[in-house]
C-alpha cells in the first residue's frame, strides 16, 4: 500500500481527504481507498479516478493504474544490496548508497547529507518483511512540512497493517532503508 500526497487541483473548490491511498497488490487492479476516521477502515472510492496523477517531485501517471505499476516496479527493487543501503526519495526513486570510501558503516555527517535532515530517528521493525532492517529518516520530516514517502510509507504499512495498528501514521522526507550494522 502506497500513501500519495494529493494536491488539490487548480481552482477547485473543495477540501481534499486527509487520508487517502493508492492500494497495490500484484496482479490485482490498483485501488484508491479511503480510511474513515472514525472506524479506521478502508473504503475503495473513483471519486479521484480522473487522473493524471503526479508524484511528488517526479513524473505524471495517466491512470491510477499506471502510477499502481510503477510503485509495483520499485518496491520489488527496494531491499538494499549486501554492505549497502537504499535511498527511497519522496518521488517514488529508489538510489543504491555505500559507506564513505574506507567505512564500513555509516557516519552521521554522510546520513545528514543522504537525508537533508538536521537530526535523524531510526525505526526498528521487529516483525514483517522488514524485520533485520532499519528506516532511517529526517526525524522533523512531517514538522518541517516535508512530502510523504510514499515507499518507506508502503513499508511501513507492510509491518504494522491499517488493518490493525492505530493511529495512521505516515513517513515524510527521503528514507534509508538498510541492515543495522552499517548504522554504528
Same mark, same amino acid.
Given at each position: 500500500?502506497?500513501n500519495?500526497?494529493? #494536491? ?10 486527509? &487520508?487517502?491511498?493508492?492500494?497495490t497488490?500484484p496482479?490485482?487492479? *490498483? ?9 479506521g %477502515?478502508?473504503? /475503495?472510492?473513483? /471519486? ?9 517531485g517526479?513524473?505524471?501517471? *495517466?491512470t ?6 510503477f ?5 520489488a ?12 526519495? #519522496?518521488?517514488?526513486?529508489?538510489r543504491e548508497v ?5 567505512? %564500513? ?7 545528514y ?21 532499519i528506516? #532511517? ?5 512531517k514538522?518541517?512540512? &516535508?512530502?510523504?514517502n510514499?515507499? *518507506?510509507? *508502503?513499508?511501513?504499512y507492510e ?6 495498528y /492505530?493511529?495512521?501514521? #505516515? ?12 548504522l554504528?
Amino acid at each position: 500500500m502506497h500513501n500519495t500526497e494529493l #494536491v488539490k487541483p487548480e481552482g477547485a473548490n473543495f477540501p481534499l481527504p486527509p &487520508r487517502l491511498f493508492l492500494r497495490t497488490a500484484p496482479g490485482q487492479p *490498483a485501488l484508491i481507498v479511503a480510511l474513515c476516521g472514525t472506524t479506521g %477502515k478502508l473504503f /475503495s472510492t473513483t /471519486s479521484y479516478d480522473g487522473g493524471p496523477y503526479q508524484v511528488v517531485g517526479g513524473d505524471t501517471y *495517466a491512470t491510477r493504474q499506471a502510477l499502481g505499476a510503477f510503485f509495483q516496479t520499485q518496491h520489488a527493487g527496494m531491499l538494499p544490496a549486501e554492505g549497502g543501503a537504499t535511498l527511497l526519495g #519522496v518521488d517514488g526513486s529508489t538510489r543504491e548508497v555505500r559507506p564513505e570510501k574506507g567505512r %564500513k558503516s555509516f557516519g552521521l555527517a554522510q546520513l545528514y547529507a543522504l537525508l537533508e535532515a538536521n537530526y535523524i530517528d531510526v525505526h526498528c521493525p521487529q516483525h514483517g518483511p522488514y524485520e533485520g532492517y532499519i528506516l #532511517v529518516f529526517d526525524d522533523e520530516g512531517k514538522d518541517r512540512r &516535508r512530502p510523504i514517502n510514499p515507499l *518507506a510509507t *508502503a513499508a511501513w504499512y507492510e509491518t504494522y497493517p491499517l488493518e490493525h495498528y /492505530s493511529p495512521v501514521d #505516515v513517513v515524510a522526507g527521503p528514507v534509508l532503508l538498510m541492515k543495522s550494522a552499517l548504522l554504528r
